[in-house]
């Protein structure tokens, strides 16, 4: 067996080198020891900090808890007063505009009392007065009674009310439309003795605070006539040539006013009665009603006297029978009400564990409301509008087409004229379709029109049209082509410019919209209802005594209300007109109506989150922030904060310092404050913090209300003034508050 060969050995270590690793070992396991020492002393020091945290909150959290009681009392005491305070100041006053319009002994009728307004119907359908300006005062009057009783609508508590409130309503427009189709009759049967004499035809525009005519009798009946504008007004149409050879009248009539949508939303939209006021840290109202003045008792003695006599008579009393029906309307029965989702409440007890703040009631008693249909509005018919997602602005114009009453004719001194209908007859008008190609209804010849936009709107965005179908009683999109606008410059110049709606963002610079249908329809002008949502940032800040300055800065146009005790002012600082509006003093409820109904919308309704990308917060958790904020709205400056975005659902975030002035604040004075389900605290991290953080500042503690929260930031005087704070100023900041919920939509 051959011998085994030996490996190759390495250079040996010499003595040098075994040393030096014998030391870099020595330094690792050094080091190594050092590591973990670090470490050891890190995590030591991390659990005693967490534990130093938990103690001071755990200390917080039990101060917070001991002192409950007191703070919740408090709060429940400030809102009750001012709450009983509104109360009565609003009930006094609904009984002295009672007994105003008792002692005026007006001719106007109660809306309420269905026999009153029954008899005013009655009288005035068989009333033959055909003098424009009585007519036209004489529906002014119906206009008002139709505004009482569509109030009545919104404010009843009773659904059996709501079908005769309905049933009256129905009656009082169509007795409207009715008169002012009446004065069109008697003015196109006197056409022959006004006739134009540049064009042999004629036409007359008469024109009220509400109402606009517009009439045209084709006494020529030429082939060549292709289109007419009426200059006064701004509003024109276009015929094919089969209705320019045709014995016919047009009649453009444009309302301020907008029943058609009241129709469709009656129809295919639930009436509910009205909620109550959402009561949050009180829920039981007290048994004692404000007593009132001797002469408003006195009237309301006189008054249930006299109605005490109506039922019997009200029973026996004939339905009042249509005189003449605007488009599209038949009489239905309203659908059946839904209940709304009512406010939660805080107990104040004077044992302490029965003591529990508003958060906590709002986690247990709050259940959500049932999901709403998306579809409950038309079902499968995709071309209809959406009047929860669309409002039509600027009132109504019907765009229709008669029959020409007989002419009179003059021989040897006597008028002669063919006795005809008591009211004007409609033209079906049938296009004749060209058999030149296989697609007959492309060449259908369309009927044009050309509308000037009302002056007493604002469109945000370039607006859209929506013709009415009597049929389905609502507005629709389709039949309508050929849209162009022409803008302000171009308006200068002469010059149009055709536009797809989608494509243009804001209609500032549009002063007028032309089209074409298939057919003589009402029509209306119409923009999203949410065009100026979501909001970039939002503000309250305090002017004075029962003053304060709401900004918001929309999507679109930003917007200042001027608060000043129960009157509001809303300014901009963008060209828009209106002055019937801007630099006026008004209610909240009569401000947020005017805004609404001049296309400059920022407050929300039931439908606002369906169309609208919103921060998903508690309404109720809102309510509380909002009816707290409103307590110190004339000492603190509320602002929004990013954080409010990212805190998550259940928290809110607001920043807040006490300041005064038309000058912002300095940016050192801010505090940004978290509304947290458990209490309310005042966070460590800053507006230009780089995360979110809801680690409490400091030198700050915990609060079961949010105005205790902020008194620790504030000086002795700016507590005083709160509590100085007039009961009508903090009603309606915080009506304000809840009607545009900045909190979720910015």
């Known amino acids: 067996m051959p011998p085994k060969k030996k490996g190759k050995k390495g250079p040996k270590l010499t003595k040098a080198e075994k040393a030096r690793l014998k030391l870099e070992e020595e330094q690792r396991r050094l080091r190594e020891e050092e590591e973990a020492r670090i470490q050891a002393e890190r995590e030591e020091q991390e659990r005693l900090e967490r534990q130093r945290r938990q103690e001071i909150l755990d200390m917080l959290e039990a101060k917070d808890s001991k002192r409950r009681g007191v703070e919740v009392g408090e709060l429940h005491s400030l809102l009750a007063k001012n709450y009983l305070a509104v109360m009565k100041y609003k009930s006094e006053a609904a009984q002295m505009s009672k007994w105003k319009k008792y002692m005026q002994c007006s001719d106007i009728p109660d809306p309420a009392v ?204 004939e339905q009042i029978v249509e005189e003449e029906e605007p488009p599209g309307r038949e009489s239905e029965e309203p659908k059946p009400s839904e209940s709304q989702l009512s406010g939660a409440s805080v107990h104040a007890e004077d044992d302490e564990n029965q003591i529990v703040t508003q958060m906590e009631v709002l986690a247990v008693e709050v259940t959500p409301p049932p999901p709403e249909d998306d579809l409950m509005f038309y079902g499968e018919g995709v071309e209809a509008v959406d009047l929860r997602k669309y409002t039509p602005l600027g009132g109504v114009f019907y765009y229709e087409l008669f029959h020409l009453p007989p002419q009179s004719h003059h021989i040897k001194g006597w008028e002669i004229r063919k006795i005809s209908e008591a009211r004007l007859k409609a033209f079906q008008y049938i296009p004749e379709k060209s058999n030149q190609t296989e697609d007959e209804e492309a060449t259908c010849p369309l009927v044009g029109l050309s509308v000037r936009l009302p002056d007493t709107v604002v469109f945000l965005e370039t607006p859209r049209v929506g013709r009415w179908d009597a049929e389905g009683k609502y507005w629709r999109t389709d039949g309508i082509s050929d849209f162009s606008v022409k803008e302000q410059a171009q308006n200068e110049e002469g010059e149009e410019e055709e536009g797809e709606v989608a494509e243009v963002e804001e209609a500032g610079g549009v002063t007028k919209v032309s089209f074409k249908m298939d057919s003589f329809y009402p029509f209306v002008l119409m923009q999203h209802t949410y065009a100026n949502f979501p909001f970039r940032s939002w503000e309250l800040r305090p002017l004075g005594k029962d003053s304060a300055l709401f900004s918001i800065h929309g999507a679109v146009i930003d917007l200042s209300i001027t608060i000043q005790g129960n009157q509001c002012m809303l300014q901009t600082d963008r060209e828009v007109g209106l002055t019937n509006l801007f630099g006026k003093w008004m209610s909240a409820p009569d401000l947020q109506q005017a805004m609404v109904k001049a296309g400059i919308n920022i407050f929300v309704n039931e439908h606002t989150e369906k169309f609208v990308t919103s921060c998903r917060k508690d309404p109720l958790r809102e309510h509380v922030a909002y009816e707290q904020m409103a307590l110190f709205a004339s000492v603190c400056t509320f602002s929004w904060s990013k954080w409010n975005a990212q805190c998550g659902p259940e928290h809110l975030v607001i920043k807040v310092c006490e300041h005064q002035g038309l000058n912002p604040p300095p940016e050192d004075l801010w505090s940004l404050y978290l509304v947290a389900p458990q209490r309310f605290q005042k966070l460590e991290i800053t507006e230009t913090s780089e995360v979110f953080c809801a680690d409490h500042h400091p030198d700050s503690e915990f609060h079961s209300t949010f105005i205790h929260m902020l008194q620790d930031n504030m000086s002795p005087e700016g507590i005083s003034r709160t509590r100085e704070a007039h009961f009508l100023f903090v009603d309606t900041v915080q009506s304000l508050f809840c009607a545009t919920r900045p909190l979720m939509f910015c």
């Open 114 to 317: 269905q026999q009153d307004i029954n008899t005013f119907i009655s009288l005035w359908q068989d009333d033959p007065e055909c003098s424009i300006k009585t007519v036209f005062q004489q529906c002014n009057v119906a206009l008002q009674l139709i505004e009482e009783l569509e109030m009545l609508l919104r404010e009843v508590t009773d659904a059996s009310y709501i079908p005769k409130y309905q049933e009256t309503l129905f009656h009082l427009q169509d007795m409207v439309y009715a008169k002012i189709l009446n004065i069109s009759m008697e003015i196109l049967k006197g056409a022959s003795n006004c006739i134009d004499t540049e064009t042999g035809n004629m036409q007359a525009v008469i024109k009220d605070k509400n109402t606009t005519v517009c009439v045209w009798a084709n006494l020529m009946r030429k082939s060549r006539f292709k289109c007419l504008t009426f200059e006064e007004v701004g509003m024109g149409f276009e015929l094919t040539k089969q209705l320019a050879m045709s014995n016919i009248a047009v009649r453009i009539l444009h309302t301020s006013y907008d029943h058609l949508s009241t129709v469709s939303r009656m129809t295919h939209m639930e009436i509910t009665v009205a909620p109550p006021r959402l009561l949050t840290t009180f829920d039981e109202l007290p048994p004692e009603i404000p007593e009132q003045d001797e002469e408003p008792k006195e009237m309301q003695e006189e008054v249930q006297e006299e109605q005490e006599e109506e039922p019997a008579q009200e029973q026996e009393s």
